[in-house]
């Protein structure tokens, strides 16, 4: 299977959009070896959002294949960053610029 695009993440990673989130994310990583996630968009995230990022992950190695986060909002940064899991994704928290300083 080939690489697709980054797949770009607009609703919040809430529990109120979780179940319709899972169903696409998981038919997204069931036609790619590699799903590359684009979570800019993502204006809010909870632990409901954050369980589902952990699912999607488990389910990605428990097949072989590999998601990876390329882009991250502040909201979604954030969350990872409080619940200590960066190195549970494994993915490069990019800290934009005008957020740095």
Do not use: W
């Not at 990673?13 to 979780?18: D, E, P, Q, R, S």
């Not at 909870?46 to 072989?64: M, N, P, S, T, Y």
């Amino acid at each position: 299977m080939s690489a697709q695009p980054p797949l770009v993440v607009s609703l919040p990673l809430t529990i109120y959009h979780a179940l319709d989130l899972k169903q696409q994310l998981l038919d997204a990583l069931a036609v790619t070896d590699e799903l590359e996630l684009n979570l800019s968009q993502v204006a809010e995230m909870d632990a409901a959002g954050l369980q589902l990022l952990v699912l999607l992950k488990k389910e990605a190695q428990r097949a072989g294949k590999r998601v990876r986060i390329v882009a991250h909002s502040q909201a979604v940064s954030s969350l990872i960053d409080f619940c200590n899991m960066a190195a549970e994704f494994g993915d490069p928290l990019v800290i934009p610029a005008h957020e740095a300083g």
